[in-house]
C-alpha cells in the first residue's frame, strides 16, 4: 500500500461495514448458530387473549431457516 502525502495511514481503505443495529437488539445468537427472538403480540391489548397464549409468547423462539441467511448477512455485516 503507498501513502498519499497530507493523509493518514490507513485512509485509503475502505470503512468497516456496521451491523444493523435494530436487528442487534431483537436477536440474539445461540450457540449452535441459530437466531433466537421474541414473539410479538405481547405488548398491549392483553386482556382479551388468554393466559395460555402469553405464557407461550413470552418463550423465545427460533428465526425460520428460510430468513436465517438473510439476517446473519445483516447481523455480521
Same mark, same amino acid.
Given at each position: 500500500?503507498?501513502?498519499?502525502?497530507?493523509?493518514?495511514?490507513?485512509?485509503?481503505?475502505?470503512?468497516?461495514?456496521?451491523?444493523?443495529?435494530? $436487528?442487534?437488539?431483537?436477536?440474539? $445468537?445461540?450457540?449452535?448458530g441459530?437466531?433466537?427472538?421474541?414473539?410479538?403480540?405481547?405488548?398491549?391489548?392483553?386482556?382479551?387473549?388468554?393466559?395460555?397464549?402469553?405464557?407461550?409468547?413470552?418463550?423465545?423462539?427460533?428465526?425460520?431457516?428460510?430468513?436465517?441467511?438473510r439476517?446473519?448477512?445483516? $447481523?455480521?455485516?
Amino acid at each position: 500500500m503507498t501513502t498519499n502525502p497530507g493523509r493518514e495511514p490507513g485512509e485509503d481503505e475502505m470503512p468497516k461495514q456496521k451491523s444493523k443495529r435494530a $436487528l442487534r437488539k431483537r436477536v440474539r $445468537l445461540t450457540g449452535t448458530g441459530r437466531l433466537r427472538r421474541y414473539h410479538a403480540y405481547k405488548s398491549h391489548i392483553l386482556t382479551k387473549k388468554h393466559p395460555k397464549r402469553k405464557r407461550h409468547l413470552r418463550k423465545p423462539a427460533l428465526v425460520s431457516h428460510a430468513d436465517e441467511r438473510r439476517l446473519k448477512r445483516l $447481523l455480521m455485516a
